[in-house]
């Protein structure tokens, strides 16, 4: 590193010190000077000669903007939590009202709690990291250990087979012996007899001949008499002796046996759960409240109403059509406990069609109030438009909408007050393409969260702060169709009736697949609902234990339903909205309009369920 006074003087030479207020590096003759002088006599020197990574020296000058890179980050606005430039201050945070320059809000940061609990959290990491890395090279070592053993057992298992089959080789070469001895021996026996037979035989026929050529005929006739009884015994012999002898001896494999033989055994493999050594109460800010999940039982639920949504409320004040198409496409609840249904609408007006984007708000009894359209076009264009998702953000009077106009998408801001817009960003110029298939918005605090996805592999999690500015952008690890943002940076996310928790970065923390899940949501408490086949069932991530909170059914049995949204409010006692798709198996389709345009048959159904008595 340079010294940055010779620097300026055009002068090569290597810093020996490093000044931390004014944020420059000394050499060994300016250190002397710096030293020398009144004004800089007294700031905060650092010697550079030991032996410490230049990236700390880096760490203690002011950073640039990563927006503005000639502007030093040095105001800070409390109210978004964030460093910024003076740039980024008038263009984004003007409005604020807890802002101030850095240097008054660092003011006594070395003497306060905040510094010393992440001195505190950051050694408490270090240690517990420490604990787990020697806890895995145990472990690593322990299954190293057993491995060889389980190979040593292996190895023994294949002796004693191959012993055994020696064993069964060995009998069976014995009675292969066994069988050649008997043979060759009764084999000779045999041969001994007939070759007997033979030399009577030719006898017999020498003496034949003798006599018949030197014998009277009496002496003849008795002599033939005699040889045929012998004849007769003769051949009675021969028929007991087969033609040809002959002995085949055939090995038949025990195929059956070596095919009942599955394996050499089997491994049981039991992965033991070590209880996490990092306590994470001990890492993030106590919540002083004693949570209603501490001191007593899961809550029960009653149906407190239900009502179908009325296309009409979905109309302009006097406006009056011909007919009209309802497709609602999603609902949030505001912390002040109003509803907010967001939907697309199909009229025909004066034979002329419309399509108009709406968003409608609702008291906590689903009374009607009031209703902002935010797009508008002269004609039907189902395929071209999409309310992706509606959000409400806490803390603050803004509710934040993505939605597609033909082949735009777009993040509108709108007061919960006035119903009207705030502000808006085009997200085409954050690279969000025609490629993107799954889009999903969330919120939490003053952070805004959109989930997008071109392909299984191809997911990303952008966070925009209130103002709409882009904070960060993340590869995400996971697949959801809905998530929930929570306050320690986790998401709560569904995908195909599996509920997952997720840490920030999308890597998987913990899932659970029970079935017939559709929807969930977490209540102030911490408490998560779960939409079933059956019900809704209530449990809390503390408690090992599920409870079925309202049994009564959700859906029609006649009919197909979807749940496009499923949220709690009201903070002082729970409340759950449902907001259900209603379509008849039969009778799918209407007429819509005067010609042949023909749109699904389908209604929205809303139930509203409260925290009951036990």
């Known amino acids: 590193m340079h010294c940055n006074p010779c620097s300026r003087r055009d002068v090569e030479s290597k810093s020996t010190s490093w000044c931390s207020d004014c944020e420059e590096g000394l050499c060994s003759k300016c250190l002397e000077d710096h030293q020398a002088i009144k004004l800089t006599g007294s700031h905060h020197v650092v ?64 003497q306060s709690d905040w510094l010393k609990k992440l001195g505190h959290d950051l050694k408490e990491i270090a240690k517990v990291s420490h ?58 026996k045999e041969k001994q007899e007939l070759m007997n037979m033979e030399k009577e035989v030719q006898a017999d026929h020498t003496a034949l001949e003798f006599v018949t050529a030197n014998g009277s005929e009496s002496q003849i006739y008795s002599f033939v008499q005699n040889q045929s009884e012998k004849l007769k015994e003769r051949v009675k012999k021969l028929q007991k002796i087969p033609p040809n002898s002959k002995v085949n001896i055939e090995l038949h494999e025990a195929s059956h046996e070596i095919e009942g033989i599955k394996s050499l055994g089997y491994l049981s493999v039991n992965y033991e759960k070590v209880t996490n050594p990092l306590s994470v109460e001990s890492l993030i800010d106590n919540d002083e409240s004693l949570s209603r999940t501490e001191s007593k039982d899961f809550p029960n639920l009653t149906l407190e109403k239900e009502k179908w949504i009325d296309p009409k409320d979905f109309l302009a004040e006097n406006e009056r059509v011909d007919d009209m198409d309802l497709n609602v496409q999603c609902a949030t609840v505001t912390d002040d406990n109003y509803i907010l249904v967001a939907g697309i609408l199909g009229l025909v007006i004066n034979g002329k069609y419309k399509t108009v984007l709406q968003l409608v708000k609702y008291d906590e009894h689903m009374k009607y109030l009031q209703q902002y359209r935010f797009f508008s076009l002269d004609r039907i264009m189902y395929d071209d438009a999409k309310i992706y998702g509606i959000s409400s953000i806490q803390n603050s009077d803004r509710v934040v909408i993505v939605y597609q106009k033909i082949l735009n998408r777009e993040m509108l801001f709108a007061s919960k007050a006035t119903m009207k817009k705030t502000g808006s960003i085009n997200l085409d110029n954050y690279g969000y393409t025609s490629y993107i298939n799954k889009v999903i918005l969330g919120s939490h605090n003053k952070r805004i969260f959109l989930y997008t996805q071109e392909n299984a592999e191809k997911i990303c999690l952008t966070v925009f702060d209130v103002l709409g500015c882009c904070v960060q952008e993340l590869d995400f690890g996971l697949q959801f169709d809905s998530f929930i943002a929570q306050p320690n940076n986790t998401f709560w996310g569904l995908f195909n009736s599996t509920l997952y928790v997720s840490k920030e970065d999308g890597t998987e923390s913990m899932s659970y697949s029970p079935y017939g899940l559709s929807a969930v949501t977490i209540d102030h408490h911490g408490n998560l609902f779960m939409v079933m086949e059956d019900g809704i069932q209530v449990m809390h991530p503390k408690k090992k234990c599920v409870h079925l909170a309202f049994t009564e059914p959700l859906v029609y049995k006649d009919d197909k339903s979807e749940v496009i949204g499923f949220h709690s409010f009201n903070k002082s006692q729970t409340k759950l909205l449902l907001v259900t798709i209603i379509s008849p198996k039969d009778h799918k389709f209407r007429n819509f309009g005067k010609g042949n345009e023909r749109v699904p048959n389908k209604a929205f159904h809303v139930k509203l369920i409260s925290e009951g008595d036990k």
């Open 47 to 110: 010697d550079m000669t030991e032996q410490i990574s230049p990236e700390y020296y880096e760490m203690l000058s002011t950073s640039n903007c990563k927006w503005h890179h000639d502007l030093q980050q040095d105001v800070v606005c409390k109210d978004h939590d964030v460093i910024c430039c003076r740039q980024c201050f008038q263009t984004s945070h003007k409005s604020c009202k807890n802002v101030c320059h850095l240097n008054r809000a660092a003011k006594g940061i070395k």
């Open 131 to 188: 604990k787990i890395i020697e806890e895995r090279r145990v472990s690593k070592e322990e299954l190293k250990n057993q491995i060889k053993k389980i190979k040593k057992a292996v190895s023994n298992i294949k002796f004693k087979f191959i012993q055994h089959i020696d064993d069964l080789e060995k009998d069976l070469l014995s009675e292969l012996a066994t069988v050649d001895k008997d043979g060759e021996e009764e084999s000779e």
